[in-house]
T-cell receptor, first 117, second 113 residues
């Protein structure tokens, strides 16, 4: 169990550029979540997948944001035409779904810190 | 609406003193409650969780929390603070039928030598 990994760990971009982040969940976990955390705040839910299906999206996820999980394994989060307000830590988490009812916990990755200049 | 409120954005205690971080929630459905810890530039690590059953929950690093339904609270405690406990702590809530977690705004814990 290597944990949830995210790449890159840091990204600095200029306003108006597109950025893409990757999340690799724990291998047997079929649920994957994206959260955004701004300075001094708790994480806020953006979206989640069960396998390749995107089951819920927050109203925070504007049309400039898109998330995919094409093969039900890793996921990508893309932000188009970045704005300074997009500067935040983007956290990925995963959890299992199964008979053991171990669905309560979400295991978080280290995050990708985005700075938009 | 479901929400989590953490009382006190910053708590400072002396090493060896009691740690008490307060959390209240608002929900119309049975809650699952969590405490996470976040060290600088790192992700969140689960300290402990309440789902069903025993209301006093023990976690890692000597932390524990008690679910009090009548007070809609889930306060985090540790009898004796250690310097390594300095971090940001988040209380979080999840409805029993929901998937997303709702986080409080966090409490930064500082430990004085």
């Amino acid at each position: 169990d290597t944990g949830v990994s995210q790449n890159p760990r840091h990204k600095i971009t200029k306003r108006g550029q597109n950025v893409t982040f990757r999340c690799d969940p724990i291998s047997e976990h079929n649920r994957l979540y994206w959260y955004r955390q701004t300075l001094g705040q708790g994480p806020e839910f953006l979206t989640y997948f069960q396998n390749e299906a995107q089951l819920e999206k927050s109203r925070l996820l504007s049309d400039r944001f898109s998330a995919e999980r094409p093969k039900g394994s890793f996921s990508t989060l893309e932000i188009q035409r970045t704005e300074q307000g997009d500067s935040a830590m983007y956290l990925c988490a995963s959890s299992p779904v199964g008979q053991e009812k171990r669905t309560y916990e979400q295991y978080f990755g280290p995050g990708t810190r985005l700075t938009v200049t | 609406a479901q929400s989590v409120t953490q009382l006190g954005s910053h708590v400072s205690v002396s090493e060896g003193a009691l740690v008490l971080l307060r959390c209240n929630y608002s929900s119309s459905v049975p809650p699952y409650l969590f405490w996470y810890v976040q060290y600088p530039n790192q992700g969140l690590q689960l300290l402990l969780k309440y789902t069903t059953g025993a209301t006093l929950v023990k976690g890692i690093n000597g932390f524990e929390a008690e679910f009090k339904k009548s007070e809609t609270s889930f306060h985090l405690t540790k009898p004796s603070a250690h310097m390594s406990d300095a971090a940001e702590y988040f209380c979080a809530f999840r409805g029993s039928s929901a998937s997303k977690i709702i986080f409080g705004s966090g409490t930064r814990l500082s430990i004085r030598p």
